[in-house]
């Protein structure tokens, strides 16, 4: 059975950058079936979709956010990475990392247990 | 983008009784591109159903989904105590994936 499981720091500063990483056991990152992603929570927003990348490397975004994530892979170590730049408090949410599959526009059928990074000085 | 608009807020039932929730877009869902998942405290959502009507592996009978186009609803019959949780409609026929507000179902 697929898990993943999201880790960094659960603290971040303001202006600083937001990077987490998502490790995937029991099925591999470079599936052709397989969309890798990351949704937030926040109370104020509720469920925010971030973005996806392809095994391939290919990336989708929320335009809202698009200007400062970025994406990637490490099919070496099977996890895939997020970074969001110039966080401000409005950021602080719980960060998941979720999988699709066949298409980055589908329903999220696997889910890390979430991750909370704070913006905070 | 679309937004997802869920009604009501908070759904106050009691178990055995049967639950209805609404997710209304703001315009049409491609295909009924729309899934619906439950929420636990401290947990991830956990999807229960996916082009409006299909029910994930290993969610009950008791979980079924309706609607098309623009209205969609979530009907939960015989209430169980792991029922009571948040529940949200996400969509995925339109760019970029957006979900609704949630619906909190509550015990009475």
């Known amino acids: 059975q697929l898990q993943l499981q999201e880790s960094g720091p659960g603290l971040v500063k303001p202006s600083e950058t937001l990077s987490l990483t998502c490790t995937v056991s029991?099925?591999?990152?470079?599936?052709?079936?397989?969309?890798w992603g990351w949704v937030r929570q926040t109370p104020g927003k509720g469920l925010e979709w971030i973005g996806s990348?392809?095994?391939?490397?290919?990336?989708f975004d929320n335009p809202s956010l698009k200007s400062r994530v970025t994406m990637s892979l490490d099919t070496s170590k099977n996890q895939y990475s997020l970074k969001l730049t110039s966080v401000t408090a409005a950021d602080t949410a719980v960060y998941y990392c979720?999988?699709?599959?066949?298409?980055?526009?589908?329903?999220?059928?696997?889910w890390g247990q979430g991750t909370l990074v704070t913006v905070s000085s | 983008e679309i937004v997802l608009t869920q009604s009501p807020g908070t759904l106050s039932l009691s178990p055995g009784e049967t639950a209805t929730l609404s997710c209304r877009a703001s315009?049409?869902?491609?295909?009924?591109?729309l899934a619906w998942y439950r929420q636990k405290p401290g947990q991830a959502p956990r999807p229960l159903i996916y082009?409006?009507?299909s029910r994930a592996t290993g969610i009950p009978d008791r979980f079924s989904g309706g609607g098309s186009g623009t209205d969609f609803t979530l009907t939960i019959s015989r209430l169980e105590p792991e029922d009571f949780a948040v529940y949200y409609c996400?969509?995925?026929?339109?760019?970029?994936?957006?979900f609704g507000q949630g619906t909190r179902l509550e015990i009475k």
């Open positions: 979720a999988k699709t599959t066949d298409g980055y526009r589908n329903w999220f059928d696997s």
């Open positions: 029991g099925g591999s990152i470079s599936s052709s079936n397989y969309y």
């Open positions: 990348i392809y095994y391939s490397g290919i990336t």
């Open positions: 315009q049409n869902v491609r295909s009924n591109y």
């Open positions: 082009r409006a009507s």
């Open positions: 996400q969509q995925f026929g339109g760019t970029p994936i957006t």
